[in-house]
């Protein structure tokens, strides 16, 4: 079976938890011991129904507040495919988290409560499902229920949100569904109350959306993360290079080149756990072996010598700033991307980008925590890397605080 990642945004109290609360219980996925304990926390807390919520939102201070405040992931599987789920938070301060949340999904899924419409939060994640280039988003109309199942009310969110979305150049595909998270309303099973929608129901739409395209299988990319030396009798010569495919695809007898060194040499074989490969293709984790003996290291990249990336020390890219601590203008960072790390300075803050509106605000010189914006990066040593529109492996990095060791932003290059 396949696997979808998938993340739930939306703004505060819009049922994001509760809505995965409902998949899981209505897809029974749930132990009954998990179930009995959030009914007897229900019931602690004086709520009428079992709250749903408490499946996922396990911190004490979310349950006190009954509000999401960090990354939730959650799995499950259906006879047609496996999931995992990241449950972000809604809030405006917790920005940092639904990125990081978005950052390894291949569909979001973002709620709007029926009452409300579009708002800020709504925009918000859209934009940086946009910027993270999730290419699938799911329009959960969630609390149809306390509208009674109006199909005017649903209609007009529907072309509210298109109409932003329209100004969003990465979402390849807008799915509307009109939802009661609380109630199963289009969740797992079609609902009764809404006739007037003929579409697909939520559970339905995840089992069968297409995202096998979105690797990229052009461009062949094999950062090393480890060399493999058994210094064993029955590998005695044995030299491999493991890591994760992170783009294109590698056979033995490939014609290749290591980077930033330049030497040159074919693949050999290529290993796994279970045996051999005849190839090896993103997300794969292999081994390969090389014809010549090449001072290889972690951090180096094995691409196709006809198709290399590109090497530069100087970067433009996009980020979103996670710290409490502001970024100043040439502030020193280490940079981590892919397998490498180096330090690297903050040339210049081109711009932030005003969520609202998509503005471009210039004449910044820093960051505050979940601000998103604009900035050119100098390296000590060349990356290699691609765009991140090209690559979302190669083209993503993140910076890290060299003092405190704290991940202070994630960044795609431009």
Known sequence: MDLLRFTTAGSVDDGKSTLIGRLLYDCKSIFEDQLEAVEASSKRRGDENVNLALLTDGLKAEREQGITIDVAY???????????????????????????????????????????????????????????????????????????????????????????ASRLDNIVEITPIPISALNGDNVVDPSKNMPWYQGPSLLYHLEHVYVGGEENHVDARFPVQWVIRPQSDEWHDFRGYAGRVAGGVFKPGDEVMVMPSGFQSKIREIHTADGPLEEAFAPQSVTLTLHDEIDISRGDMIVKKNNPPEV???????????????????????????????????????????????????????????????????????????????????????????????????????
């Not at 709620?111 to 993270?132: M, P």
């Not at 959960?140 to 109006?150: A, G, H, P, W």
């Not at 980008?353 to 960051?367: A, M, Q, R, S, Y």
Request: with cysteine; charged share 25%; hydrophobic share 40%.
């Open 74 to 164: 959650r799995y499950f599987a259906t006879p047609k495919r496996k999931f995992i789920i990241a449950d972000t938070p809604g809030h405006i301060q917790y920005t940092r988290n639904m990125v990081t949340g978005a950052s390894t999904a291949n569909l979001a899924i973002i709620l709007i409560d029926a009452r409300k419409g579009v708002i800020e939060q709504t925009k918000r994640h859209s934009f940086i499902a946009n910027l993270l280039r999730i290419q699938h988003v799911v329009v959960c109309i969630n609390k149809m229920d306390l509208v009674d199942y109006s199909q005017e009310t649903y209609d007009q969110i529907v072309r509210d949100y298109q109409e932003f």
């Open 312 to 414: 530069a020390q100087d970067l433009e890219a996009m980020i979103c700033w996670f710290s409490n601590k502001p970024m100043q203008h040439r502030a020193k960072l280490i940079l981590r991307q892919t397998t490498r790390e180096m330090q690297a300075v903050v040339r210049e803050v081109r711009y932030h980008v005003d969520i609202n509106t998509l503005h471009k605000v210039e004449g910044i010189d820093g960051f505050a925590m979940n601000d998103i914006g604009r900035i050119t990066l100098r390296t000590a040593s060349p990356v290699i890397h691609d765009s991140y529109r090209r690559n979302r492996q190669t083209g993503s990095f993140i910076l890290v605080d060299p003092g405190t060791n704290e991940t202070v932003a994630a960044g795609m290059i431009v």
